[in-house]
């Protein structure tokens, strides 16, 4: 098995993010964002896709949306890059995750084309101090930097915490199995013999 790690440093004039990822990881993670809410939805992320992660972000600037942001583009860029040519993984994924009254269904294909449905059905501006759009923006950024199909959708709920969990975990499970190795897969996972 090739090692599927990578490490990816961004630095701007309003952040510097650092992530180290290992798909095959034993279960190690430290996630410094700044922002707690942040932070325990990457951590969740990590736990459920089975997978290794540092990630350290900070805001030059103060502004959170830049940070949330920034910290999406680069977990999505050292996610992608962890792949490799993506020959033997499964390339398929879907996981239906509940967290208490809430439900979400994520979908994804690991196929190199950017496409993304998300659907949060987020009601309240603000939750556990993010803004509803910043919440939003980052599950798009990290769709756009995986360079994958991904669709994800919360069916039901009443609690936005409870919605934002359910759709990261069912994210990270998806994840897990797509990009899990396929031990009948020779090569990449497609006719095209290309992704």
Known sequence: MKSRKAHVNRKTKETEVLVEVD????????????????????????KHAMMDLKLIAKSMDGIDHHLIEDTAI????AMDQSLGDRAGIVRFGHASVPMDESLAEASLDLVKRQYQQIEL????????EISREDLE????????????????????????????ES????????????AGYDSKQKGIPSTKGAM
Not at 121 to 128: G, L, T, V, W
Not at 137 to 164: P, T, W
Not at 167 to 178: E, L, P
């Open 23 to 46: 798909l095959d990881g034993t279960g190690k993670i430290s996630v410094k964002t700044g922002l707690a809410f942040l932070d325990h939805l990457i951590i969740s992320m990590s």
């Open 74 to 77: 680069t977990l999505g860029a």
């Open 121 to 128: 059905s987020i009601k309240r501006n603000q939750i556990e």
């Open 137 to 164: 923006h980052f599950f798009r950024s990290l769709a756009q930097n995986l360079n994958i199909c991904m669709h994800v959708s919360v069916k039901y709920g009443e609690n936005d915490h409870h919605k934002i």
């Open 167 to 178: 759709a990261i975990k069912a994210f990270a499970v998806a994840w897990r199995t797509a």
